[in-house]
């Protein structure tokens, strides 16, 4: 499984921060950028392994979602709707709910943010 994962500086940590927004309370660090995401592919193999061998729901990487998140200080909204062929309020409601995506749709937004 892919999932989107964040890397950032943080000054009061000292160190680069790794996180798997998806994963919930899947973070990680490292002295390097490199290094926090080595740690976080290590950190969401251990976050995956606990979660099936305890029984816990496994999210679905929503790719689409997580690429417009990704972009979203890029991307205008209704553009992206217009550009995709889909309903505008209904993307808006989606990104607001993190409501899934049907296949069709997350095909048709990932065609378009790949553009960018």
Not at 11 to 22: H, Q, R, S
Not at 79 to 91: C, D, E, S, V
Request: hydrophobic share 45%; aromatic share 6%; net charge neutral.
């Amino acid at each position: 499984m892919k999932y989107l994962t964040k890397i950032y500086w943080s000054d009061d940590d000292g160190a680069f921060i790794a996180e798997a927004p998806a994963l919930r309370g899947c973070v990680s660090h490292g002295a390097t950028r490199e290094e926090a995401a080595a740690n976080i592919e290590e950190a969401m193999t251990s976050w995956l392994g606990s979660a099936r061998k305890h029984g816990d729901p496994i999210p679905e990487p929503d790719l689409a979602a997580e690429e417009i998140m990704r972009l979203s200080a890029l991307l205008n909204v209704s553009k992206l709707a217009r550009l995709a062929g889909l309903n505008q309020h209904t993307l808006a409601s989606k990104l607001r709910r993190h409501s899934p995506f049907t296949a069709q749709e997350a095909r048709k937004i990932l065609a378009v943010v790949r553009m960018f």
